[in-house]
């Protein structure tokens, strides 16, 4: 079946600084999203991204379909950047096969 | 604009007991999905309704069942709780055939004791 692997599982940054989260998917992708999860639970779409590179504010995202992995880079972290972010493959008909989540701990 | 919304927030069951989740979907969407997210991992999928018909289902016993209704909005039911069934119950509505704008809840915590 599908499997998504994100890295790092957990990351501490001090506010300010940059990072670079990654999200390795076992087949080939037309549908990819990057999911924020906010301590509240409350999943937020991020970007839509099967393929290319997409830009909303500080946060962008690569995917390499070709190469089956997306990268997600937060610049200038803030304390409200901490949560959880998830990728997600889409798969079947319409559902998504998560991954584990990387665990973001934003220090002010 | 309405996004989707899920009730009740929070709930407390005991071992045994049954549970119903509901779920308003984002206007204009026709589409709903059920997520389980237990402690530390990513949400999985149970199953999907559309045109008020299972279309989908993932690796979840019989004990998880639901319903569409007209208006689109969707029920989650769970017979005979586990403790294991303790988690965060996530739906999420879409547009039929695209994951383009798919859009969570901000779902219901069940814990079963």
């Known amino acids: 079946g599908i499997q998504v692997e994100q890295s790092p599982p957990d990351l501490i940054l001090q506010e300010g600084a940059n990072s670079t989260l990654r999200c390795n998917f076992s087949d080939s992708v037309n549908n990819l999203q990057w999911f924020h999860q906010n301590p509240w639970g409350q999943l937020i779409n991020l970007f839509y991204?099967?393929?290319g590179t997409k830009q909303n504010g500080r946060l962008s995202a690569t995917t390499v379909a070709t190469e089956r992995y997306s990268l997600l880079y937060i610049s200038s972290s803030q304390t409200t950047d901490s949560g959880v972010y998830f990728c997600?493959?889409?798969?079947?008909?319409?559902?998504?096969?998560f991954g584990s989540g990387t665990k973001l701990n934003v220090k002010p | 604009d309405a996004g989707v919304t899920q009730s009740p927030t929070h709930l407390i069951k005991t071992r045994g007991q049954q549970v119903t989740l509901r779920c308003s979907p984002k206007?204009?969407?026709?589409?709903v999905s059920w997520y389980q997210q237990a402690l530390g991992q990513g949400p999985q999928f149970i199953f999907q309704?559309?045109?008020?018909?299972?279309?989908q289902r993932g690796n979840f016993p019989d004990r998880f069942s639901g319903h569409q209704f007209p208006n689109y909005s969707s029920e989650l039911n769970v017979n005979a709780l586990l403790l294991g069934d303790s988690a965060l119950y996530l739906c999420a509505s879409s547009l039929v055939y695209t994951l383009y704008g798919y859009t969570f809840g901000s779902g219901t915590r069940l814990t079963v004791v």
């Open positions: 206007s204009g969407h026709d589409t």
């Open positions: 997600a493959q889409g798969g079947g008909f319409n559902k998504f096969y």
């Open positions: 309704y559309y045109e008020e018909e299972e279309r």
């Open positions: 991204i099967p393929s």
